[in-house]
């Protein structure tokens, strides 16, 4: 296996889809620089790539047609939009050609299928429900079977270790003297930077965080003072008063990572704990009556809802690299604090 460069990396199936596959300025394309610059290799199995492409294709299926459909709706209604829209594409090719542009990109070395030989000792980590079968589900085979044909391939051409990148746990516990499994975003975020630069970072979060904290929290105080947000909970419309008990805002700077970077920043995304309690009080109406003549309710009550939610949402921010005799420095890019009223109860 001719021009493989220090790590060899496998990318598992479920970083193609936690990264929105081919989408620009993900983690996906920073392995790809990664690549270009020298720092890696791409090794991969057939059954990968073919697991990727039936995810990819799927869901850009259910996308498109999703679209059509809208696009219909509209029309119906006398809008009409200018979307570049062909019910006769073929998406099927149209998907393997994004893809194999991938592969040729990234020179990836495709096992394939004749590398197994041996098959018995996944069938003897099923039986004994060992990683990957840890849940004893029979959909971890084509994990199973890739894994395998990893350890076939590097075992035969004494490659060294392949580093598994992933977040399926699975994987992680699959123990292998020729395969590591690491983190894909904590390899991805060492990978990218020197130690030098990781610390800056760490440094500026730590000088940071307690602003960060501050304009979290008044941007979720403001969303809780919004009383169109209780109405699902507590059917009415009629509040009397809501009362913030608290907010709490927990920045994981240390649980960081590079997401994308360029020749002058580096894009980070940072998880963000927040926790908080409201309590609204209301006027419910359910055994009231209403006086059509004194335009008056009876038999009202006054209510009191405890509304509270746990969620971890992600802050990206831009890490700025030292220029000419500017000193590195962060700047907050987004962070969707609505996400953190999802699910609220």
């Known amino acids: 296996m001719d021009g493989l460069k220090k790590d060899i990396v496998f990318v598992d199936a479920c970083i193609f889809i936690r990264e ?83 592969i040729r990109r990234t020179s990836t070395f495709v096992i394939s299928y004749g590398e197994l030989t041996n098959i018995e000792p996944i ?58 499994y690491k983190d894909y975003k904590q390899y991805i975020t060492e990978k990218s930077a020197e130690k030098s630069t990781l610390d800056s970072i760490t440094q500026i979060l730590k000088d940071e ?20 947000i209780y109405v699902h909970l507590i059917q009415s419309t009629d509040l009397n008063d809501i009362d913030i008990k608290y907010i709490d805002v927990n920045v994981k700077i240390n649980d960081y990572s590079i997401v994308s970077q360029t020749a002058d920043y580096y894009t980070l995304e940072v998880p963000v704990d927040i926790s908080f309690e409201v309590e609204i009080e209301y006027m419910d109406y359910t055994y009231a009556t209403y006086d059509k003549e004194d335009h008056i309710w009876y038999n009202e009550e006054i209510e009191h809802y405890k509304a509270s939610n746990h969620k971890t949402i992600a802050m990206l921010l831009s890490y700025h690299k030292a220029k000419d005799e500017q000193q590195p420095y962060m700047v907050v890019e987004d962070y969707d604090v ?8």
Do not use: W
Not at 22 to 35: A, G, M, S, Y
Not at 61 to 87: A, F, H, T
Not at 338 to 345: K, N, Y
């Open 20 to 102: 929105h596959y081919f989408k620009k300025d993900n983690r996906l394309n920073t392995l790809v620089q990664l690549h270009e610059a020298g720092l890696l290799d791409f090794i991969s199995t057939d059954i990968t790539i073919n697991e990727v492409q039936k995810h990819f294709i799927n869901d850009i299926k259910s996308i498109y047609s999703s679209l059509i459909r809208d696009n219909n709706e509209l029309q119906k209604k006398g809008v009409e939009l200018s979307l570049n829209i062909d019910p006769k594409l073929d998406i099927c090719k149209y998907c393997n050609d994004i893809f194999s542009k991938f």
């Open 123 to 180: 069938f003897a980590k099923y039986f004994k429900q060992e990683a990957p079968f840890s849940t004893g589900k029979k959909d971890e085979f084509p994990d199973a079977f890739a894994l395998g044909l990893l350890e076939a391939y590097c075992k035969k051409y004494k490659l060294g270790k392949i580093i598994i990148l992933s977040e399926d746990n699975d994987l992680k516990n699959y123990k292998s003297p020729y395969l590591e």
């Open 209 to 228: 965080e307690n602003g960060y904290i501050e304009i979290i929290k008044e941007d979720i105080s403001e969303l809780l003072m919004d009383e169109a």
């Open 338 to 345: 609505e996400d953190a009223l999802d699910g609220m109860e």
